[in-house]
T-cell receptor, first 114, second 108 residues
Framework: DVKVTQSSRYLVKRTGEKVFLECVQD?????MFWYRQDPGLGLRLIYF???????EKGDIPEGYSVSREKKERFSLILESASTNQTSMYLC?????????????FGPGTRLTVT | KNEVEQSPQNLTAQEGEFITINCSYS?????LHWLQQHPGGGIVSLFM???GKKKHGRLIATINIQEKHSSLHITASHPRDSAVYIC??????????FGQGTRLTINP
Protein backbone atom coordinates (compact mmCIF):
# COMPACT_ATOMS: atom_id res chain seq x y z
CA ASP A 1 0.00 0.00 0.00
CA VAL A 2 1.09 3.52 -0.73
CA LYS A 3 1.91 5.47 2.34
CA VAL A 4 2.09 9.24 2.45
CA THR A 5 3.08 10.74 5.76
CA GLN A 6 3.16 14.31 6.96
CA SER A 7 5.42 15.53 9.72
CA SER A 8 2.72 16.93 12.01
CA ARG A 9 -1.04 16.54 12.42
CA TYR A 10 -1.42 19.82 14.29
CA LEU A 11 0.86 22.83 14.32
CA VAL A 12 0.56 26.25 15.97
CA LYS A 13 2.89 29.02 14.84
CA ARG A 14 3.17 32.75 15.38
CA THR A 15 2.83 35.40 12.70
CA GLY A 16 6.17 35.97 10.97
CA GLU A 17 7.64 32.58 11.82
CA LYS A 18 9.15 30.40 9.12
CA VAL A 19 7.21 27.15 8.88
CA PHE A 20 8.26 23.86 7.31
CA LEU A 21 5.72 21.17 6.44
CA GLU A 22 7.24 17.88 5.44
CA CYS A 23 5.74 15.14 3.32
CA VAL A 24 7.23 11.73 2.63
CA GLN A 25 5.95 8.97 0.33
CA ASP A 26 7.31 5.45 0.17
CA UNK A 27 6.19 4.26 -3.26
CA UNK A 28 8.74 5.91 -5.54
CA UNK A 29 6.10 8.22 -6.98
CA UNK A 30 7.31 10.89 -9.34
CA UNK A 31 4.62 13.47 -8.69
CA MET A 32 4.00 15.16 -5.37
CA PHE A 33 1.49 17.86 -4.50
CA TRP A 34 0.69 20.33 -1.76
CA TYR A 35 -2.89 21.52 -1.23
CA ARG A 36 -4.67 23.64 1.29
CA GLN A 37 -8.27 23.07 2.22
CA ASP A 38 -10.52 25.76 3.61
CA PRO A 39 -14.25 25.68 4.42
CA GLY A 40 -16.31 26.65 1.41
CA LEU A 41 -13.28 26.71 -0.91
CA GLY A 42 -12.48 23.03 -1.21
CA LEU A 43 -9.02 21.78 -2.06
CA ARG A 44 -6.69 24.23 -3.80
CA LEU A 45 -3.34 23.35 -5.31
CA ILE A 46 -0.39 25.34 -3.98
CA TYR A 47 2.58 23.70 -5.71
CA PHE A 48 3.43 20.41 -7.31
CA UNK A 49 6.60 18.65 -8.34
CA UNK A 50 7.01 16.10 -11.12
CA UNK A 51 10.61 15.21 -10.40
CA UNK A 52 13.46 15.87 -8.01
CA UNK A 53 14.37 19.57 -7.96
CA UNK A 54 11.44 20.34 -10.28
CA UNK A 55 8.49 22.40 -9.13
CA GLU A 56 5.47 24.05 -10.67
CA LYS A 57 3.14 26.66 -9.25
CA GLY A 58 -0.40 25.64 -8.62
CA ASP A 59 -3.40 27.90 -8.25
CA ILE A 60 -2.36 29.72 -5.06
CA PRO A 61 1.45 29.76 -4.71
CA GLU A 62 1.74 33.23 -3.17
CA GLY A 63 3.33 33.17 0.25
CA TYR A 64 4.66 29.64 -0.18
CA SER A 65 7.73 27.93 -1.55
CA VAL A 66 8.64 24.27 -1.92
CA SER A 67 11.68 22.05 -1.95
CA ARG A 68 12.19 18.61 -3.47
CA GLU A 69 15.76 17.48 -2.94
CA LYS A 70 14.90 13.78 -2.81
CA LYS A 71 12.24 11.87 -4.69
CA GLU A 72 10.41 10.72 -1.59
CA ARG A 73 10.26 14.06 0.19
CA PHE A 74 8.40 17.26 -0.70
CA SER A 75 8.54 20.21 1.67
CA LEU A 76 6.21 23.19 1.84
CA ILE A 77 7.72 26.35 3.30
CA LEU A 78 5.92 29.38 4.64
CA GLU A 79 8.67 32.00 4.67
CA SER A 80 6.79 34.34 7.01
CA ALA A 81 3.58 32.83 8.30
CA SER A 82 0.46 34.98 8.31
CA THR A 83 -2.94 34.44 9.88
CA ASN A 84 -4.56 33.92 6.48
CA GLN A 85 -2.40 30.83 6.08
CA THR A 86 -4.27 29.12 8.90
CA SER A 87 -5.64 26.07 7.11
CA MET A 88 -5.54 22.33 6.63
CA TYR A 89 -2.57 21.36 4.45
CA LEU A 90 -2.68 18.11 2.51
CA CYS A 91 0.14 16.42 0.67
CA UNK A 92 -0.42 13.88 -2.09
CA UNK A 93 1.63 11.78 -4.47
CA UNK A 94 0.98 9.94 -7.72
CA UNK A 95 2.74 7.83 -10.28
CA UNK A 96 4.01 9.34 -13.49
CA UNK A 97 1.33 11.37 -15.25
CA UNK A 98 1.79 9.18 -18.29
CA UNK A 99 0.43 6.13 -16.57
CA UNK A 100 -1.78 7.12 -13.67
CA UNK A 101 -3.29 10.24 -12.18
CA UNK A 102 -4.65 8.63 -9.06
CA UNK A 103 -3.42 10.56 -6.07
CA UNK A 104 -2.70 9.20 -2.62
CA PHE A 105 -3.14 11.65 0.21
CA GLY A 106 -1.42 12.12 3.53
CA PRO A 107 -3.39 12.62 6.75
CA GLY A 108 -3.13 16.39 6.65
CA THR A 109 -1.57 19.05 8.87
CA ARG A 110 -3.87 21.52 10.55
CA LEU A 111 -1.85 24.72 10.85
CA THR A 112 -2.94 27.60 13.05
CA VAL A 113 -1.09 30.90 12.77
CA THR A 114 -1.72 33.26 15.69
CA LYS B 1 -19.54 29.53 -13.81
CA ASN B 2 -17.63 26.83 -11.98
CA GLU B 3 -16.06 24.16 -14.13
CA VAL B 4 -17.37 21.48 -11.78
CA GLU B 5 -20.51 21.38 -9.68
CA GLN B 6 -21.41 18.79 -7.12
CA SER B 7 -24.89 18.17 -5.83
CA PRO B 8 -26.22 18.08 -3.27
CA GLN B 9 -23.84 20.07 -1.08
CA ASN B 10 -25.19 18.38 2.01
CA LEU B 11 -27.10 15.13 2.30
CA THR B 12 -28.54 13.48 5.39
CA ALA B 13 -30.08 10.02 5.15
CA GLN B 14 -31.05 7.06 7.29
CA GLU B 15 -28.98 3.92 7.50
CA GLY B 16 -29.81 1.54 4.68
CA GLU B 17 -30.85 4.18 2.17
CA PHE B 18 -29.49 4.27 -1.38
CA ILE B 19 -27.35 7.37 -1.85
CA THR B 20 -26.54 9.26 -5.04
CA ILE B 21 -24.03 12.10 -5.28
CA ASN B 22 -23.71 13.95 -8.57
CA CYS B 23 -20.83 15.68 -10.31
CA SER B 24 -21.44 17.78 -13.41
CA TYR B 25 -18.72 19.55 -15.32
CA SER B 26 -18.37 21.86 -18.29
CA UNK B 27 -14.86 21.18 -19.58
CA UNK B 28 -13.14 18.38 -21.44
CA UNK B 29 -11.50 15.84 -19.21
CA UNK B 30 -9.34 12.75 -19.54
CA UNK B 31 -10.58 11.16 -16.34
CA LEU B 32 -12.52 11.81 -13.16
CA HIS B 33 -11.55 10.90 -9.64
CA TRP B 34 -13.81 10.37 -6.62
CA LEU B 35 -12.32 10.97 -3.19
CA GLN B 36 -13.69 10.35 0.29
CA GLN B 37 -12.60 12.58 3.17
CA HIS B 38 -13.32 11.36 6.66
CA PRO B 39 -14.15 13.70 9.55
CA GLY B 40 -10.56 13.48 10.80
CA GLY B 41 -9.31 14.91 7.51
CA GLY B 42 -7.82 11.81 5.89
CA ILE B 43 -8.55 11.43 2.19
CA VAL B 44 -9.04 8.09 0.48
CA SER B 45 -9.15 7.52 -3.25
CA LEU B 46 -12.34 5.69 -4.21
CA PHE B 47 -12.42 5.54 -8.00
CA MET B 48 -10.61 6.78 -11.05
CA UNK B 49 -12.71 6.45 -14.19
CA UNK B 50 -12.75 7.68 -17.74
CA UNK B 51 -15.78 5.77 -19.05
CA GLY B 52 -18.58 3.47 -18.01
CA LYS B 53 -18.95 2.18 -14.51
CA LYS B 54 -16.83 0.88 -11.66
CA LYS B 55 -17.94 -0.99 -8.55
CA HIS B 56 -16.19 -1.63 -5.28
CA GLY B 57 -18.20 -3.20 -2.51
CA ARG B 58 -21.24 -1.01 -1.86
CA LEU B 59 -19.87 1.84 -3.93
CA ILE B 60 -20.60 2.36 -7.61
CA ALA B 61 -19.30 5.18 -9.79
CA THR B 62 -20.54 5.97 -13.26
CA ILE B 63 -19.50 8.52 -15.82
CA ASN B 64 -21.12 9.76 -19.01
CA ILE B 65 -18.52 11.65 -21.01
CA GLN B 66 -21.03 12.94 -23.58
CA GLU B 67 -23.28 14.40 -20.88
CA LYS B 68 -20.31 15.54 -18.76
CA HIS B 69 -21.73 13.93 -15.67
CA SER B 70 -20.63 11.42 -13.06
CA SER B 71 -22.48 9.86 -10.17
CA LEU B 72 -21.35 8.12 -7.04
CA HIS B 73 -23.82 5.66 -5.54
CA ILE B 74 -23.76 4.00 -2.15
CA THR B 75 -26.01 1.03 -1.57
CA ALA B 76 -27.18 -0.01 1.91
CA SER B 77 -25.63 3.10 3.43
CA HIS B 78 -24.07 2.89 6.88
CA PRO B 79 -23.07 5.55 9.43
CA ARG B 80 -19.41 4.85 8.66
CA ASP B 81 -20.10 6.17 5.13
CA SER B 82 -20.52 9.63 6.67
CA ALA B 83 -17.83 11.74 5.03
CA VAL B 84 -17.26 14.42 2.44
CA TYR B 85 -17.17 13.10 -1.11
CA ILE B 86 -15.16 15.07 -3.64
CA CYS B 87 -15.05 14.71 -7.39
CA UNK B 88 -11.89 15.78 -9.16
CA UNK B 89 -11.59 16.50 -12.87
CA UNK B 90 -8.36 15.54 -14.57
CA UNK B 91 -7.52 17.67 -17.57
CA UNK B 92 -4.47 17.05 -19.69
CA UNK B 93 -1.19 16.15 -18.09
CA UNK B 94 -1.46 17.73 -14.69
CA UNK B 95 -4.42 20.06 -14.33
CA UNK B 96 -6.80 19.05 -11.61
CA UNK B 97 -10.09 20.74 -10.81
CA PHE B 98 -11.66 19.94 -7.47
CA GLY B 99 -15.37 19.97 -6.72
CA GLN B 100 -16.56 21.63 -3.53
CA GLY B 101 -17.53 18.32 -2.01
CA THR B 102 -20.76 16.75 -0.77
CA ARG B 103 -21.11 16.28 2.96
CA LEU B 104 -22.93 13.02 3.62
CA THR B 105 -24.35 12.13 7.02
CA ILE B 106 -25.89 8.72 7.59
CA ASN B 107 -27.93 8.44 10.75
CA PRO B 108 -28.38 5.08 12.49
Amino acid sequence: DVKVTQSSRYLVKRTGEKVFLECVQDMDHENMFWYRQDPGLGLRLIYFSYDVKMKEKGDIPEGYSVSREKKERFSLILESASTNQTSMYLCASSLSALTSYEQYFGPGTRLTVT
Amino acid sequence: KNEVEQSPQNLTAQEGEFITINCSYSVGISALHWLQQHPGGGIVSLFMLSSGKKKHGRLIATINIQEKHSSLHITASHPRDSAVYICVLIQGAQKLVFGQGTRLTINP
